[in-house]
């Protein structure tokens, strides 16, 4: 059959509670088993759970049936690759030791069939947005982790499911579109395309899908979240598409 290769992000397991969140991955799951025929990659583009961090003996419960699936399809050789989002960047090597993921930090420049695609998940990217950045870099600090690490699991765990309660999605921020020139990471992809063609930027962490033109040769593409949208792309070797899943 022929491969695609598929991108989403944003799946933001384990929010808003329990209950809520297995429905999702029950969805997800009936949508990794219908591109699995015809995938050749997957591209999981951050913030796939809405809060992640490994200890070196300890890791969050739950999600076993996600993990299982991408196991199986690592395991029948499509290559699986898992980005850093805000909510889940504290990944280290749980994932590809047991998953045969492939673990992306930032942004990853990529060539399928003539077509280049610049991925990232899309945050601390674009103008504005300071605090976050510089919380960014605290975050991702080596010796900022450690020292989170120091804090038992259950005392650990506990004040970072409460810090991603805060968030859009626990919250019901609804996300809208103004006009392009306010959408921050099609202004990043631009300054981009300023010096480097890009055949298509993907990005994740927008929480809306868009699929927007840029310069008449280039596109970016945010691949929304699985709370309201269900949406992903496909990229069948000519087109990149943006698609929704069991959706009316």
């Known amino acids: ?3 695609n290769i598929y991108f ?50 300890v890791i969050p419960k739950g999600f076993v049936r996600l993990q299982g699936k991408i196991a199986e399809m690592t395991d029948a050789g499509i290559k699986v690759y898992f980005f850093k989002g805000n909510h889940d960047m504290w990944v280290h090597d749980y994932f590809s030791k047991e998953m045969g993921m492939e673990i992306v930090s930032d942004a990853l420049e990529i060539e399928r069939n ?3 695609f610049f991925l990232h998940h899309g945050d601390g990217l674009g103008p504005g947005d300071r605090k976050y950045k510089l919380l960014r870099k605290i975050f991702r600090n080596p010796v900022c982790q450690w020292l989170f690490a120091l ?11 409460w810090w991603s309660g805060r968030s859009r999605l626990a919250n019901s921020n609804e996300e809208v579109f103004e006009s392009v020139d306010q959408e921050w990471l099609a202004v990043y992809a631009k300054e981009i395309l300023s010096k480097t063609h890009f055949d ?21 593409i945010n691949l929304g979240e699985w709370i309201n949208f269900n949406s992903y792309a496909v990229f069948d070797g000519n087109d990149l598409t943006l698609n929704y899943f069991e959706k009316e």
């Open 1 to 3: 059959m022929k491969k």
């Open 8 to 57: 989403a992000s944003d799946f933001h397991l384990g929010s808003p509670g329990y209950a809520e969140s297995r429905l999702r991955e029950d969805r997800i799951l009936r949508w990794l088993n219908f591109i699995t025929p015809t995938c050749s990659e997957l591209f999981l583009m951050g913030d796939i759970f809405d809060f992640w961090f490994e200890y070196r003996t």
């Open 114 to 116: 003539g077509k280049r």
């Open 151 to 161: 804090v038992p699991p259950r005392i650990g765990l506990g004040i970072a499911n």
């Open 200 to 220: 298509y930027f993907v990005f994740g962490h927008r929480h809306l899908p868009l699929n927007i033109d840029l310069n008449g040769k280039s596109r970016y």
